[in-house]
């Protein structure tokens, strides 16, 4: 991955998360005005970008983030020269990052279930999870979650993981979860749901620390 890809797109989600705090706390826009002044007396030379930034924190909060949040160039030079980036103190910053660790982390959750084809009602079974939150997560990831709870998510993630590694086929992954298994005593959705991820996870992840090539596959319980 290009290097500079990933600092851009870093710096998208820092933006984000800012924002949404704006919305709960809009003292922050009067602090980026604050540092905004600042700026333009300190870096005279960046004027430019300055009377740009000027001009979005007087419009309304939704209407700035169109601009700010725009995942292209332009946007880019806006979020790199931005007074929102300098007025948080260490501890605000770390939140937001951590906050941003936790989003992606329920983004890989929500991708490892499809990709096994998971229903909301399955995944909430397997993780505990009320069935209504998981697809309000669809829209809008969790701020925070309990550590019960992640421990249950990375069940689904591990799981993914480990069958991704024995079968490259996304079909076959999703046959497997619902075929019974004579080696696991029931078929891996029904253990699953019945409070039985570490079995299952165990016993895929054993098959995959054995796979030596692709002739080598196991039969993963058939």
Do not use: C, Y
Not at 87 to 93: A, C, M, Q, T, V
Not at 185 to 206: C, E, K, M, Y
Request: aromatic residues 4%.
């Amino acid at each position: 991955m290009n290097m500079m890809d990933l600092t851009e797109q870093k710096t998208l989600l820092f933006h984000r998360a800012i924002i949404d705090l704006a919305r709960q706390h809009p003292g922050l826009i009067s602090r980026a005005r604050d540092e905004l002044a600042r700026l333009r007396l300190t870096q005279p030379a960046q004027e430019k970008i300055w009377g740009r930034w000027h001009v979005l924190l007087e419009l309304p909060l939704e209407t700035l983030a169109v601009f700010a949040l725009t995942d292209d160039p332009d946007g880019g030079l806006l979020r790199a020269n931005s007074p929102l980036s300098r007025i948080l103190s260490s501890k605000e910053r770390n939140s937001i990052w951590q906050r941003i660790g936790l989003a992606q982390f329920v983004q890989h959750v929500l991708h490892a279930s499809d990709d096994l084809g998971l229903t909301t009602a399955e995944l909430s079974d397997i993780t505990g999870v009320d069935e209504h939150l998981i697809t309000t997560w669809r829209n809008e990831l969790p701020d925070s979650i309990t550590i019960d709870t992640l421990g249950r998510l990375k069940w689904v993630v591990a799981l993914q993981r480990a069958l991704a590694g024995i079968e490259t086929d996304q079909e076959a992954r999703r046959n497997w979860v619902r075929t019974p298994s004579k080696t696991l005593g029931n078929s891996p959705i029904a253990l699953l749901r019945g409070g039985q991820a570490t079995f299952v996870i165990d016993s895929v992840s054993g098959a995959a620390r054995l796979v030596m090539s692709k002739e080598d596959v196991p039969r993963m319980g058939h």
